[in-house]
């Protein structure tokens, strides 16, 4: 089971890591990940978070980075849900779940796509706060946690 959606509607993440083994005996581990619209931004308090991106880029990116996962780890399902649009604090902005039939390939796969999800899928974050809007940039940590799964052929490219 792939499931790959980006969405402007808040999703139950119980009931997407859950339907990765619903009815299946194959499945020994199933990681998830949940991003949450964090209260502050710096220490400075934020009234939402905005999410824009290309509809149908962003859902192409993100297949080919879980094709990607899929033909590194013997995944069972891949389940990446990214959502756009205004996202107040604690609200849920994305979810990776993995399902293996062992951990390690459950934990590496869901790293490996988050790692991709903030440096690669194309999305623009803007911050709302008292002093105004403000454009999330990149940052140098994420690339460097994303530069890890590079292959050597691929660095050479």
């Excluded at 339907?19 to 220490?43: K, P």
């Excluded at 824009?52 to 094709?67: D, F, L, Q, R, W």
């Excluded at 934990?107 to 809007?133: C, H, I, N």
Aim: aromatic residues 8%.
């Amino acid at each position: 089971m792939i499931t790959v959606r980006v969405q402007s509607e808040p999703f139950d993440v119980s009931a997407e890591a859950a339907a990765l083994s619903r009815g299946r005996t194959d499945v020994g581990a199933v990681v998830t990940f949940t991003g949450i619209c964090r209260g502050d931004e710096n220490g400075e308090p934020i009234a939402a978070l905005t999410l824009e991106h290309y509809p149908g880029m962003a859902e192409t990116e993100i297949e080919s980075h879980v094709t990607e996962a899929t033909q590194r780890w013997p995944l069972t399902g891949v389940v990446v849900i990214h959502r756009f649009g205004r996202i107040v604090p604690g609200e849920d902005i994305m979810m990776v779940a993995t399902a293996s039939s062992h951990r390690a390939a459950a934990f590496e796969a869901a790293e490996f796509l988050m790692d991709y999800l903030k440096t690669r899928a194309p999305f623009w974050k803007q911050v709302e706060k008292a002093s105004g809007p403000t454009w999330v940039e990149a940052k140098a940590d994420d690339d460097n946690a994303a530069a890890r799964w590079i292959k050597p052929h691929q660095a050479a490219e």
